[in-house]
């Protein structure tokens, strides 16, 4: 993506490391944080790859793994803000732009819908560090704290996003920050506390089925996002989003983890899903391109 000399977000902050132990907020603790993300995502999957792959991208906050019940402020030291926070490489200085492109775009459409859009707060961490939702840790990877409505982002996360899952380039970076975004525009809009007030008393199954509603409606505004940066995008870039969805849809992450593809287990959607919503909100360019997903909850 062209962004050049584009504006980095001042909505920005960097953690120091260590902050907040090995506890994950809603249960579990210690140095099992990986087996209990594991347990808790319900997934049934083993592999430490796998495990990354379901917890972080673009899956915000999945079942069990953060409480956003728990909110309070994070109590890790915060050791920087704006363009403090956003200076020390080129991944936070990038994911501060897309960040503000994010700002700029659904400003521009909550507008156009008569209401106010207050963005999120991106908060850098490296390895460890605190939420609203209880610890921070870099196997998460990127999430998005409904309670204190910030999004966490260790950014060495970016590397495994190429090496591992074979899916590099700056749009399935910047991919990754605008699901979260969507998350966050869920809970100005009312959608996060319908889906959790639909959760409760469902039966697992049913639960799973109603967060891959939500976890698409995300990828689907994603897309949403990408429509309004058309003019900074390169050739292949809408492409490497593509390949990012596809190569960590539930099914292919079961499929190689464990052979079997079991649909009752799935918390985001399959490859084919979670590409047909990025391309939906890609080429809609509205919200409502991506209502259905959530409608009737």
Same mark, same amino acid.
């Given at each position: 993506?062209?962004?050049?000399?584009?504006?980095?977000?001042?909505?920005?902050?960097?953690?120091?490391?260590?902050?907040?132990?090995?506890?994950?907020?809603?249960?579990?603790?210690?140095?099992?944080?990986?087996?209990?993300?594991?347990?808790?995502?319900?997934?049934?999957?083993?592999?430490?790859?796998?495990?990354?792959?379901?917890?972080?991208?673009?899956?915000?906050?999945?079942?069990?793994?953060?409480?956003?019940?728990?909110?309070?402020?994070?109590?890790?030291?915060?050791?920087?803000?704006?363009?403090?926070?956003?200076?020390?490489?080129?991944?936070?200085?990038?994911?501060?732009?897309?960040?503000?492109?994010?700002?700029?775009?659904?400003?521009?459409?909550?507008?156009?819908?008569?209401?106010?859009? =207050?963005?999120?707060?991106?908060?850098?961490?490296?390895? +460890?560090? /605190? *939420? @609203?939702?209880?610890? !921070? #840790? $870099?196997?998460?990877?990127?999430?998005?704290?409904?309670?204190?409505?910030?999004?966490?982002?260790?950014?060495?996360?970016?590397?495994?996003?190429?090496?591992?899952?074979?899916?590099?380039?700056?749009?399935?970076?910047?991919?990754?920050?605008?699901?979260?975004?969507?998350?966050?525009?869920? =809970?100005?809009?009312?959608?996060?506390?319908?889906?959790? +007030?639909? /959760? *409760? @008393?469902?039966?697992? !199954? #049913? $639960?799973?089925?109603?967060?891959?509603?939500?976890?698409?409606?995300?990828?689907?505004?994603?897309?949403?996002?990408?429509?309004?940066?058309?003019?900074?995008?390169?050739?292949?870039?809408?492409?490497?989003?593509?390949?990012?969805?596809?190569?960590?849809?539930?099914?292919?992450?079961?499929?190689?983890?464990?052979?079997?593809?079991?649909?009752?287990?799935?918390?985001?959607?399959?490859?084919?899903?979670? #590409?047909?919503?990025?391309?939906?909100?890609?080429?809609?360019?509205?919200?409502?391109?991506?209502?259905?997903?959530?409608?009737?909850?």
């Amino acid at each position: 993506m062209r962004f050049g000399g584009r504006r980095e977000s001042d909505n920005v902050e960097s953690q120091s490391g260590g902050g907040g132990g090995f506890g994950l907020g809603g249960g579990g603790g210690g140095g099992a944080g990986l087996l209990i993300g594991l347990v808790f995502s319900r997934f049934g999957i083993v592999g430490v790859l796998v495990v990354v792959g379901l917890m972080w991208f673009l899956g915000g906050n999945p079942l069990g793994l953060v409480d956003p019940q728990q909110g309070g402020a994070p109590s890790a030291n915060v050791e920087a803000r704006g363009s403090g926070a956003c200076a020390t490489d080129p991944a936070r200085r990038f994911s501060c732009q897309v960040l503000a492109s994010t700002e700029d775009r659904w400003t521009s459409l909550f507008r156009a819908q008569g209401t106010n859009y =207050t963005p999120p707060v991106l908060v850098f961490y490296p390895g +460890r560090g /605190q *939420s @609203g939702c209880g610890a !921070a #840790q $870099s196997a998460m990877g990127p999430f998005y704290c409904p309670s204190d409505r910030r999004i966490y982002l260790d950014t060495s996360f970016f590397n495994e996003l190429a090496q591992q899952f074979g899916a590099p380039g700056d749009f399935a970076q910047a991919y990754v920050v605008a699901h979260e975004v969507g998350h966050h525009v869920q =809970t100005l809009t009312g959608i996060e506390e319908r889906v959790r +007030r639909a /959760q *409760s @008393g469902a039966s697992e !199954a #049913q $639960s799973n089925a109603i967060q891959v509603r939500m976890e698409l409606q995300a990828d689907c505004y994603a897309g949403v996002w990408a429509s309004g940066e058309q003019s900074a995008m390169e050739a292949g870039d809408f492409e490497e989003g593509m390949r990012a969805a596809a190569s960590i849809g539930d099914d292919t992450l079961q499929r190689a983890s464990q052979g079997v593809v079991v649909p009752e287990n799935f918390t985001h959607g399959t490859s084919a899903q979670r #590409q047909e919503a990025l391309t939906r909100g890609y080429r809609g360019g509205t919200p409502q391109a991506c209502a259905s997903y959530t409608e009737g909850l």
